[in-house]
């Protein structure tokens, strides 16, 4: 690592601890780090409803934003290797979220696009 990697580093560092919105970096990490665990452990249970709802707006609003209004993928899953989302848990998070919203699998396929840069 040169020195001016270590300054935008430090830089970056000092920027993130005066962004009032910095904490959610922090925050995300051992949030996926606690629903790891917990459902791990079979106690998903210990985290209310509309917690998870909270979290899921939360988390669709931003990747929207950066997606969307930036123009430009953005990766919506971890990649854990085998240790990844399985694709029933993917399936039954987007209906769940696209009933919410009144909304069926029609609207999702007439929706679906490329991402940006992509031929």
């Given at each position: ?30 949030l ?22 909270q979290?899921?707006?939360?988390a ?18 971890v ?10 848990e ?30």
């Open positions: 690592m040169s020195s001016s990697d270590v300054t935008n580093t430090a830089e970056a560092d000092e920027k993130r601890r005066n962004d009032p919105y910095g904490w959610i970096d922090g925050y995300a990490g051992n996926h780090k606690a629903a790891k665990e917990l459902v791990e452990k079979g106690e998903a249970s210990r985290v209310s409803d509309e917690a998870i709802a979290i899921i707006t939360a669709v609003r931003l990747y929207y934003a950066k997606s969307e209004l930036e123009d430009r993928p953005v990766p919506a899953i990649q854990e290797g085998e240790e990844t989302i399985t694709p029933t993917m399936l039954v998070a987007v209906s769940e979220m696209l009933r919410d919203v009144k909304l069926g699998p029609m609207e999702l396929g007439l929706w679906f696009r490329r991402r940006p840069g992509e031929n």
